[in-house]
């Protein structure tokens, strides 16, 4: 899955490092904690807090709307 940083988050729990805004990075994995192991770029393996993160949709993604 594709993912960046919430807008909404001014500072990660585990902090930048080398990520920003608008980056988009593939979730790896997922620790014994739930963190969540992200592949940007520019990081080797960046650690974040799912709560902090959403999911990144690209031009041609398929999506399924749930009726509210």
């Given at each position: 899955?594709?993912?960046?940083?919430?807008?909404?988050?001014?500072?990660?729990?585990?902090?930048?490092?080398?990520?920003?805004?608008?980056?988009?990075?593939?979730?790896?994995?997922?620790?014994?904690?739930?963190d969540m192991?992200?592949?940007?770029?520019?990081?080797?393996?960046?650690?974040?807090?799912?709560?902090?993160?959403?999911?990144?949709?690209?031009?041609?993604d398929r999506?399924?709307?749930?009726?509210?």
């Open positions: 899955d594709q993912v960046c940083v919430k807008r909404s988050v001014e500072t990660p729990r585990y902090q930048w490092g080398s990520v920003r805004h608008g980056m988009v990075g593939k979730v790896k994995s997922f620790d014994s904690d739930g192991k992200v592949q940007f770029a520019c990081s080797s393996c960046w650690t974040a807090k799912p709560s902090e993160m959403e999911y990144s949709f690209r031009e041609g999506v399924c709307v749930k009726k509210s």
